[in-house]
């Protein structure tokens, strides 16, 4: 019996957050290591360079590093596919097809794509391969048949386009080529969009407000001391705000079944006042150590040989093109357009 299929990844435009690390990639390991599904995990470089188009030498540079984080945190090239997007020129020939079944229209009405636009600042100046990305990544995920795609809320919208487009192509060419996929969603909605250590929505690079898989515990502990709580708590005695303090959200997020009733207990400890906020952080920064650290150390490790981690990336590219290349056949065949 043929298992079903996920298809997930990430844009590598720098190294991996922990916003990153408890939105999927958490989930991607203890999806892998059930064994129930077959995993193809991707760095989508193309996709990055949508934005990025003029700066290429930061997605070159950031391909090792987003890989080290994928095997630090415990992806395993022997269970799942890991490859390369621009080593699978397939997605690119499927892209070109499905573009010819969405209109220009129906991409403007895109949540999604008008929020990342807004939020990139474009303007008038919206790169074209930027504006249809979620047609590539529509390519993406039917290239490999895949069933599920584990996303973030945000990203709904980008899954109900894909599934717009292969009904579109099954049904304009007679066939059942390709397969309709369901997104996965976070259990934690905590986690789904882990906001940065400053309290805005969205952990980046370029804000400054995010904690990596690859920092340090110095680092990590510099991060936590300076998170953002709730500013009118001047006093210990005074009493506090958990809303939209970073330190209890963050507690929700990495706490275990067992820290829940501490946890409880401290935010009504808080709440009433009499808690400072340094012991919040030391007992938050207790918690993220506990999970950081061993990932941090098996980095290390895998950083001493590049080579083995850039040999595993072409053994993964090889096998997912392959894949593609079926997909692409079947697509061809049901257009016509299989001349030879």
Excluded: W
């Excluded at 991996?16 to 290591?33: D, E, F, P, T």
């Excluded at 074209?128 to 995920?141: E, K, L, N, R, S």
């Excluded at 401290?266 to 400072?276: A, P, S």
């Excluded at 207790?286 to 950083?303: G, H, S, T, V």
């Amino acid at each position: 019996m043929t298992k079903p299929i996920i298809l997930t990844g990430d844009r590598p435009t720098g190294k991996l957050h922990i916003g990153h690390y408890v939105g999927s990639l958490k989930n991607r390991v203890l999806l892998q290591n059930e064994g129930k599904h077959d995993l193809f995990v991707f760095l989508a470089d193309q996709q990055a360079l949508t934005d990025h188009a003029k700066d290429p030498q930061t997605i070159v540079e950031s391909i090792g590093n987003v890989a080290l984080d994928y095997l630090a945190a415990g992806l395993d090239p022997e269970k799942s596919t890991i490859f390369i997007q621009s080593q699978i020129p397939e997605l690119a020939e499927l892209t070109m097809y499905y573009m010819n079944l969405v209109s220009l229209g129906r991409l403007e009405r895109n949540p999604t794509v008008k929020t990342e636009i807004a939020q990139k600042g474009f303007g008038e100046s919206i790169p074209t391969g930027f504006f249809v990305y979620p047609i590539a990544q529509a390519a993406d995920i039917t290239a490999f048949k895949a069933n599920l795609v584990p996303v973030g809320t945000d990203q709904k919208p980008m899954i109900e386009q894909t599934r717009e487009i292969v009904r579109s192509f099954n049904h304009t060419y007679n066939c059942e080529v390709l397969v309709e996929p369901e997104g996965m969603y976070p259990d934690n909605e905590a986690a789904g969009r882990l906001p940065g250590l400053d309290g805005n929505a969205k952990m980046s690079k370029s804000l400054n407000n995010g904690i990596y898989l690859a920092d340090d515990a110095d680092t990590v502990k510099k991060k936590v001391m300076s998170m953002y709580t709730d500013p009118n708590h001047i006093r210990i005695e005074d009493p506090g705000k958990i809303e939209g303090n970073m330190v209890f959200h963050y507690l929700d997020v990495f706490g275990s079944e067992e820290d829940k009733a501490e946890i409880a207990a401290m935010k009504e400890h808080y709440q009433r006042g009499g808690l400072g906020d340094v012991k919040t952080k030391r007992y938050l920064l207790d918690i993220m150590e506990r999970e950081l650290a061993p990932i941090r150390e098996r980095r290390l490790e895998f950083a001493k040989d590049m080579g083995e981690v850039y040999r595993m990336l072409e053994v993964g590219s090889e096998k997912a093109r392959q894949a593609a290349a079926q997909t692409l056949s079947e697509v061809k065949a049901a257009m016509g357009i299989q001349y030879f």
